[in-house]
């Protein structure tokens, strides 16, 4: 190569070099910034594992690298020696061409195999801490931290070897091939003297990669269909998978005989050897492969594993009792679902964000509501919070919500807390750039950067002295990146202190632990998940803090360990987050799925449509007074006889199943909803309210228990093209015997057969009656000088008396 090409080529090659560094050097500096902001303990942590997941990445590529660097090297010496006329187009380049041609490739293809090593940090130090459960599987009898721990990183490395080895022998055939060392000479395969060892190598060390996954096939079966394997079966599969495991190692070492002047034939006999097992092993465990459903008896040895994979924690009766002394819980029948209070309050120049259940407190007692986080298109707010009551209408049957520090809901929707454009909160944009942004200060210019080239923000470099700016911003999203090896769940607002937080349950997930069902979550089969983490983010200054959760396992504990001291113990956690704790809606839909199986219920979890019953629709939290439903169908699948109740008591779950005999269950949803739309007082209704330009739009059927009875209702609403929602209709069913209303009371007082349900059209008449009561409570508070009652009771005759809907233009 000439001197100003070589030149040129290096400095093109520094010039890469330098854009690389100066990339994960602003990378590296940005993030170490972020985490300060959030918390110095995140600062810790991250910087610990960056450093790590560097010289992983590093050491991943350069050995990939030399790795391929040297067998092409070696391959080409004999192959493309100088001086040597080569066939094709191999001839027409000049030999340090051809050699830099050969190192180029090595390291473009060393440096794709070997990037990702850094992603390996997480499961490195899991294995290298090490998990123990003190149980064994029922197939392997391990300790079944092998398959959380170990298992995994066994898997990652055996990929990587077969990332390594598979392009070095293929490239370096390439490469005698077009040196003309390897080819077809007289209809035979001819292979120059010196490229044997080579190859020999190659071929050894590829026989015992294969050996090696081979090998870890009984972990793999363990891990994956023990709940599926009887005993005998996974015995013969071992043996067949170690039996091959042996013909691939004696493939290997005849292959490296055959590079010490052996004859070919022993080296192919080997391969052949080794394919003919792989072929018997195949055919043999097919023959005796059943499509039998493992029974009853069977399954029930793996309900112990069951537990401990998703913390199946049976309780009593007891565990349902009302909590002690405390502000109690008032509860009475969810009225209202997720989608209709999301339908509800949108408007044309509001987006709602989330809609998530919760409690606040009024006077001396809690009530459970529905939290809307809705953002506004204009004005300097950026988000508000609703708190819209679950249990409870206005006298028209519209929504009432409350203002904080009020003891009265009110008609309509009024915010309970507003957030500042600033603020951490779901939905947030990508960045926040001002002076009042609340994250990095801008103060120089290489800051500044820095910044915008890891944020790929150019508007950080044009910003006004004093401007900072902030990121990730949503809580969930911060949560993630402060801990990236959990999976965080929905977030709900938490007030502590008058100041507002959010909280998010963080789970850990294994997608091989043995003798466990699979469920799917989040779109991936795990056979593992628990509720690990609990983290609190400040909305006001964006601050995380990340506690041990109070049931977590020993999986989540060795996180924890190797998380120090991001994570702080269970014991640290604010008492008034950790008395009410929710019961994780999405480990309790794990759960109703696990419990589906023949080793547990042997019953199907109820449907609505072509999907699974919407356990996360449901308004309960999970409290011991407010349990989580999930309704289970009998044999015939037409009814539900049988309810899972998940309850959380200082933040550890339980389940209750109960069961209803078969005279006293209740009819499943599609067979319910048949039966309640063929009422005529439900036509008359529906065609009332398409009279008047709304639509008639039903809810999530709930299903309760009433003594040693199963009960089910349902409400449906009037909604309007302007998004005016109230309810109007209650469906209630208790065995065989139905009832409707315009509410719950009436709807059992029809059910019961003392009353019909009002004829439609009296809604002028109940509105009057509402009104002159409303209208007397005003006055009565008037004269007292209770305004906050007035004010209460003015809403509800405003909203009695307001104005009716238009209807739509024709």
Request: proline letters at 7%; a positive charge.
């Amino acid at each position: 190569m000439p001197g100003g090409s070589r030149r040129l080529g290096l400095g093109i090659g520094l010039l890469v070099i330098a854009l690389f560094a100066g990339r994960w050097l602003s990378l590296f500096l940005t993030a170490r910034l972020w985490e300060a902001q959030v918390s110095e303990a995140a600062a810790v942590v991250g910087t610990r594992w960056a450093i790590l997941r560097a010289g992983l990445e590093t050491g991943g590529v350069v050995l990939a690298a030399a790795w391929f660097v040297v067998n092409f090297l070696a391959a080409a010496r004999v192959a493309l020696p100088p001086g040597r006329e080569l066939p094709g187009l191999a001839g027409r380049l000049a030999h340090p061409a051809r050699r830099w041609l050969v190192v180029g490739a090595a390291l473009v293809l060393g440096i794709g195999v070997g990037r990702g090593s850094g992603r390996w940090v997480e499961r490195l130090l899991l294995a290298l801490h090490g998990v123990r459960y003190d149980a064994t599987d029922t197939l392997f009898h391990v300790d079944l931290g092998l398959f959380v721990a170990g298992f995994p990183l066994w898997r990652l490395l055996y990929r990587r070897a077969i990332a390594v080895v598979a392009p070095a022998l293929l490239g370096v055939l390439l490469i005698h091939t077009l040196g003309g060392t390897l080819r077809i000479d007289q209809r035979r395969l001819w292979l120059a003297p010196r490229a044997r060892l080579q190859l020999a190598l190659l071929l050894s060390v590829a026989a015992l990669v294969l050996g090696w996954g081979l090998a870890l096939q009984p972990f793999r079966l363990a891990a994956t269909q023990s709940a599926e394997l009887g005993p005998s079966e996974f015995i013969l599969r071992t043996t067949v998978a170690e039996l091959e495991a042996v013909f691939a190692a004696t493939a290997g070492v005849l292959s490296f005989l055959w590079g010490l002047r052996m004859r070919f034939v022993v080296a192919l006999g080997g391969w052949v050897g080794f394919g003919i097992a792989l072929l018997a092993g195949e055919i043999l465990v097919a023959s005796r492969s059943g499509d039998t459903t493992p029974s009853a008896a069977l399954l029930a040895p793996l309900r112990p594993v069951d537990t401990i994979a998703f913390a199946l924690r049976r309780g009593g009766p007891q565990d349902l009792a009302p909590p002690g002394p405390g502000r109690p819980l008032e509860l009475g029948p969810s009225l209202w679902d997720a989608e209709t209070i999301a339908r509800l309050a949108e408007r044309d120049s509001v987006r709602v964000r989330a809609v998530v259940p919760g409690v606040v407190p009024v006077g001396l007692a809690r009530v459970r509501v529905w939290f809307v986080q809705r953002d506004s298109s204009g004005g300097g707010v950026a988000s508000e919070l609703l708190a819209i009551a679950d249990d409870r209408t206005g006298p028209t049957g519209g929504p009432v919500s409350i203002r904080w520090g009020d003891t009265l809901f009110s008609p309509g929707l009024v915010p309970y807390h507003r957030l500042s454009p600033h603020d951490s909160r779901p939905g947030a944009p990508a960045y926040d750039l001002g002076p009042a942004a609340l994250g990095v200060a801008l103060y120089s210019l290489p800051r500044r950067v820095a910044l915008a080239w890891a944020l790929q923000v150019g508007a950080a470099l044009r910003a006004e002295p004093g401007a900072r700016i902030a990121w990730r911003l949503d809580p969930a999203e911060r949560l993630g990146a402060v801990l990236p090896f959990a999976a965080w769940g929905r977030t709900r607002p938490r007030f502590l202190d008058g100041e507002l937080y959010w909280e998010a349950d963080g789970f850990v997930s294994a997608a091989f632990f043995p003798s466990s069902h699979q469920v799917r979550w989040h779109g991936r089969p795990v056979s593992l998940l628990r509720a690990a983490f609990l983290g609190l983010v400040r909305a006001r200054t964006g601050a995380a803090r990340v506690f041990l959760h109070p049931d977590a396992d020993a999986l989540a504990r060795a996180w924890a360990e190797i998380a120090h001291p991001l994570v702080e113990p269970a014991e640290g956690m604010p008492a008034a987050v950790r008395q009410d704790l929710p019961y994780p809606i999405e480990l309790f839909n794990a759960q109703a799925q696990v419990l589906q199986g023949e080793a547990w219920t042997g019953r199907l979890l109820a449907r609505e449509g072509r999907g699974l019953f919407p356990l996360e629709e449901s308004a309960s939290i999970g409290l011991p007074a407010d349990p989580l439903t999930a309704p289970f169908l009998n044999e015939s699948g037409r009814e539900v006889a049988t309810l899972l109740l998940g309850t959380s008591e200082g933040g550890i779950p339980r389940t209750v199943l109960t069961a209803a005999d078969s005279t006293r269950g209740v009819g499943a949803p599609q067979e319910l909803q048949q039966r309640w739309e063929r009422f005529p007082f439900f036509q008359q209704l529906r065609d009332s309210v398409k009279a008047s330009g709304a639509d008639l739009v039903t809810g999530l059927i709930r299903y309760r228990t009433l003594g040693d009875s199963l009960v089910a209702y349902q409400p449906s609403y009037s909604v309007a093209p302007s998004g005016t929602t109230a309810l109007v209709l209650v469906n209630v069913a208790l065995g065989e015997r139905l009832g409707a209303g315009r509410t719950v009371p009436e709807a059992w007082r029809n059910l019961r057969g003392e009353v019909a349900p009002p004829p439609v059209g009296r809604d002028v008449e109940n509105r009057l009656e509402q009104a002159r009561i409303w209208l007397r409570r005003a006055e009565e508070a008037l004269r007292r000088g209770d305004l906050q009652e007035f004010g209460r009771a003015f809403g509800f005759l405003r909203e009695i008396l307001g104005p009716p809907e238009p209807r739509p233009k024709r």
